[in-house]
Structure formats: C-alpha cells, structure tokens
C-alpha cells in the first residue's frame, strides 16, 4: 500500500525534517507515527498527501510512484485519500452535513447521493442529530468527528490523521480512536501521527518511532511502546 525507501526532506541547506526514512505499510493496516514535535510526524503525512514532495528517495503508494506526480495528477491522486487534521478545517459558514456532502460533490457526485451519503457518515460517527448544525455550534470532539466522517465518506483507500485527539479528554480520544478502528475494520488503510503514547498503548497497533527527522524503531503490538 505505502511504500518508503530512502526518503528526505529538507526545508533549506540545515533543515533536514526528514533523514534517509524507510518503511512499508501493508494495504489494511492501521498504525501510529509518534515522536516530539519536529521529529517528522506531519512531514511523512503531508508527503503522501501531496501536499509536498520529498527532496530524495521514492515514495509509492498503491504501487504507484507518487515522488515526483506532476501538478496534474495529483488531484485525482488526492481522491482515495481522507485527510484530517488536528484543527479540524471544517467550513463554518456551511452546516454539519453541507461539509461532508462537499467532499463528495466536488468529486463529482449528484447533490443526492452526497447528502444521502453524508447522512449515512454522520451516523456512522455517532451524531446523526447535528446535520442541521454549524461547525461553532458543536464541542472539539463533535467537530472531529464530522471530519472524520468527511475523510471516510468518500470510501478512500487510505485515511492520514495529523494528531486527530490532541485537544481532547482521554475518554473522548478513546471513543474516536474506536471509530478508526471500525474504519479499519472495513478495509481502509489508516495511518495516524499521534504523541499520545498512552492513548497509542492502549490500541495495540504496530507503532513507527521518529527523532529528528529519523525513523528510529519500529514497534509491534507486542513489544513495549517507546517512552522518550
């Protein structure tokens, strides 16, 4: 499903995010990218989200070598994959249902079947009842989940999160890393940046470590989780 061999990523001459990184993820898996801040985390995401590209090394995803896509492709690469972020991104001025059905419409869909579809996500996530409200109307984790459902709703082969429980309560992050795991469960590669080491602990799902830009260890369920 990803591939990386080699890969960094520098920002200028001494600014290296990124250092000689290698891993590969197999197509269904779920796992944890953890480290400090800055030790890469966002970089590898925003990587295979082609939000930007690596200065060395070949990246693949789904077999296909995404190192240097041209700017003309990278849209409908973009289709099979759901991105969420930490700080939510929703639209404010338009309602719950409204930013998850555009997902759907700007790739394509009739305004019918992305609002069925939308209602259909928004019960999956557990509030079915907020179609009709606006992002400022619901709490932190509320609007997580409508992103979460936004990333899923177009039944993407891969889901990236960017520290997607780093404002929430323990409970709450518990009850959303549960909804990953179902999204999982049904097939989608899932790869999520995360410092929350006890929150990773408990999902017992195989864990990349980084420092500095490198790729240090790489954990399975069994073994015990890096503690820095």
């Known amino acids: 499903m990803i591939s990386f061999k080699r890969v960094s990523k520098s920002y200028g001459k001494d600014n290296k995010a990124l250092k000689d990184v290698s891993f ?10 953890t480290g400090h801040s800055g030790a890469g985390k966002t970089t590898i995401l925003r990587l295979l989200m082609l939000m930007q590209y690596a200065s060395y090394g070949q990246i693949r995803v789904n077999s296909m ?3 240097s896509l041209p700017s003309s492709r990278v849209p409908a690469y973009r289709k099979k994959i759901g991105m969420i972020f930490q700080d939510h991104r929703l639209l404010n001025n338009k309602t ?8 759907l419409q700007i790739r394509g869909y009739s305004d019918s079947v992305s609002f069925k579809n939308a209602r259909a996500a928004l019960s999956q996530v557990g509030i079915a009842e907020k179609a009709n409200f606006y992002p400022l109307e619901l709490s932190s984790g509320q609007q997580q989940r409508v ?3 936004r990333a899923f709703v177009s039944k ?3 889901i ?11 409970d709450l992050s518990l009850e959303l890393m549960q909804i990953f795991e179902n999204l999982n469960k049904q097939g989608i590669t899932i790869v999520i940046a995360s410092h929350d080491l006890f929150l990773i602990k408990r999902l017992q799902k195989r864990v ?19 503690t820095p």
């Open 24 to 33: 590969d993820v197999e197509a269904g898996e779920m796992l944890f990218l």
């Open 156 to 158: 993407p082969d891969l």
């Open 96 to 103: 719950v249902l409204e930013n998850i059905a555009l997902s």
């Open 208 to 226: 990349l470590v980084l420092e500095k830009g490198e790729l240090i260890d790489d954990f399975s369920p069994q073994k015990n989780i890096y």
């Open 160 to 170: 990236l999160a960017d520290e997607p429980t780093g404002n929430l309560d323990p």
């Open 147 to 149: 992103g979460i459902a």
């Open 65 to 67: 070598d995404i190192s």
